[in-house]
DNA sequence: AGATTTTATGAAAACATTTGCATTACTATT
DNA sequence: AATAGTAATGCAAATGTTTTCATAAAATCT
């Protein structure tokens, strides 16, 4: 009987429970302090007996910031993004931000559809993976003057603001890791790299190093696996049944190194003794792997949260609305995180 | 140029470009059936000349659905739940809808205040985790009269609607396969239960068939640790360095179950030779591990879609609003799938 | 005590849409 | 050819807020 017959209050009912006007009910919201701590109390009381809820759909139609984000990935349910993803909610969520997410699976032209869907819900800003994106989004980003921000690569050119790493780098870390410990029969496990230039930077970054050094695998030790163990697993079986058989693994991501583990493993293969195997990620949980994996340390938490943080900045940078906010770029560290998996050989 | 100034065009300056009324843009949208193929021809074609985006905060404002559907999970970056975060996404995105999403870090309270903002936002449904939360969030729930459903448990007399299986029959069949591979030293390790129906499910369900076999574990065989590798690992050293060490390990999931087995690993044990592991949930590449993990299998992916599916049906039967929709209740079957890590003895 | 500033409130316009009702222009029926 | 029915469109009210401006009341200054 409290409660207005629909369920649902407007601000109208409030004010009129409190016998003040809307008015003043907005204000004491949006701005506690230009009204009458008494006035407030009320207002208070009657929000509380009408169990109102505000409408920030309102709010939003009226100019205002909508408090919301979006962030797109490639996947959610994959180790590599979803420490990230984590780490960028808790970041937004703690600045009043909530998030909107979505996933297109790799697939460029859906990413342009979800960045659409989230402009009609006039995000305040959003986050993307990577800096690879088709011309159109780029466009779409730029007409709407959206703050926007990509996660996880870092390039001094970039088109848009990034915090994250070079991939390059950690593939030529990697490789580099490998050929010091005399490494030369490497064979490589990445993913497809179209549209994914995570994966193209490491595997540029490691195929340059091996070609220095003369230790360019043949066309048989260069596996194709998206990331995922099972496949992982499935692929480079063939590779360790071949007559010569590579002294070392480089692999896409920690997921993939994993998979080939357990291939070597399944074949009786003793990882590090007959086969080293190098991962890309330092995932949660490769550090307490037996034996440990020995990978590149992408600091996936802090990338998430410093991307989070900075996408808050972006946002209030460009208030008043249309006022472009100037470009961040924030290169994260990476090292080598030499643990069990790989011996000199 | 053919851009408004601000690069934002709303509703009206497409009208005014296509020489049409307002609601004939507005129709053209939302009912296109009924304007005339010409008609929206030259709107579709001032759309694109204006870059128009559709203001969907409008639309949600005018009392129609607002076109997201909120989720609130414990935790996004843990194999638990990203599988089933992913199938949910995949299915209302499926259906046109957006998803927002917050975690809580199985805090109730922060469960509750989530809930709220999503309710600000005019969520048009929300799906939670369990069916563990506090009186104020059911409360809440049910006075918004806002469709709700329940992911991962099933019960059936459940407050809101579900889908999903029974965590205590888990509980049980796990410990039920111990005991007919003639495990009597059966050592527990599971997160804390409180806020969380799922870990006291399956506890429970596993006390439950120790106690009736006289098998129930002395307190140092009774170990707590979170759904994370490296502190189960840690956690359950201790238990292997006691003098009298169990046989088997009954893990409140599969990401316990690794941390478990790394443990014995490092200390050289065998599995399943010198202790058998049994997990609960069977995540994405528990069945690729070697020795692959003996573990219940939870329907993760189908839970999650048909989660995603039922909370769009219901949505469609609560229209017009404040009509209740009616509960729905799916249970999901759950299996053992008995790998290599556990053995007779 | 009168003038000036400050504090607290209200009225009404604005925000970008949707939709019920009214209107007009066709098409089909007798 | 008049009538009824249908298809396509426009007008204007409604949605739930925020905010500018105006106003009234109270506090401060000289």
């Known amino acids: 009987m409290?409660?207005?017959q629909g369920g649902k209050a407007d601000i109208v009912d409030v004010a009129r429970r409190a016998r003040v006007s809307i008015s003043t009910v907005s204000r004491s919201f949006n701005h506690p302090d230009l009204v009458n701590p008494a006035t407030r109390k009320k207002i208070e009381r009657a929000v509380q007996a009408l169990g109102y809820i505000r409408n920030r759909a309102a709010q939003t139609m009226h100019g205002r910031r909508s408090g919301t984000i979006g962030l797109i990935v490639p996947t959610i349910d994959n180790a590599i993004f979803a420490e990230v993803i984590q780490s960028f909610s808790d970041a937004v969520d703690h600045a009043g931000f909530t998030l909107l997410i979505a996933s297109h699976g790799f697939d460029l032209d859906r990413e342009y559809a979800?960045?659409?869907?989230?402009?009609?819900?006039?995000?305040?800003?959003?986050?993307?993976?990577?800096?690879?994106?088709?011309?159109?989004t780029f466009q779409l980003l730029d007409q709407q003057a959206v703050p926007v921000i990509s996660i996880w690569n870092y390039e001094a050119d970039s088109r848009i603001s990034c915090v994250g790493a070079k991939n390059?780098?950690?593939?030529?870390?990697?490789?580099?890791?490998?050929?010091?410990?005399?490494?030369?029969?490497?064979?490589?496990?990445?993913?497809v790299t179209i549209g994914n230039d995570r994966a193209r930077g490491r595997l540029g970054g490691a195929v340059e190093v091996l070609q220095d050094q003369g230790a360019l695998p043949p066309e048989e030790w260069t596996i194709q696996s998206p990331y995922n163990i099972a496949e992982a697993k499935e692929a480079c079986g063939a590779l360790f049944d071949l007559p010569e058989c590579p002294s070392a693994v480089l692999c896409g991501n920690d997921v993939i190194a994993q998979g080939v583990i357990y291939a070597l493993l399944k074949r009786g293969l003793k990882v590090p003794e007959d086969v080293s195997v190098m991962g890309i990620g330092d995932f949660k949980g490769s550090k307490e792997m037996e034996p440990a994996l020995t990978t590149i340390h992408f600091p996936a938490h802090e990338i998430g949260g410093l991307a989070g943080r900075e996408m808050c900045q972006l946002i209030a940078q460009s208030e008043p609305p249309n006022k472009v906010a100037s470009l961040i770029r924030t290169k994260c560290d990476i090292r080598l995180s030499a643990r069990a998996t790989c011996r000199a050989v």
Do not use: N, Q
């Open 168 to 191: 390059y780098d950690a593939g030529r870390m990697a490789a580099e890791h490998l050929v010091e410990l005399g490494h030369r029969r490497i064979a490589l496990v990445f993913p």
């Open 114 to 136: 979800v960045l659409r869907k989230f402009l009609e819900h006039r995000v305040d800003g959003v986050a993307l993976i990577g800096l690879d994106h088709s011309e159109p």
């Open 2 to 4: 409290s409660l207005k």
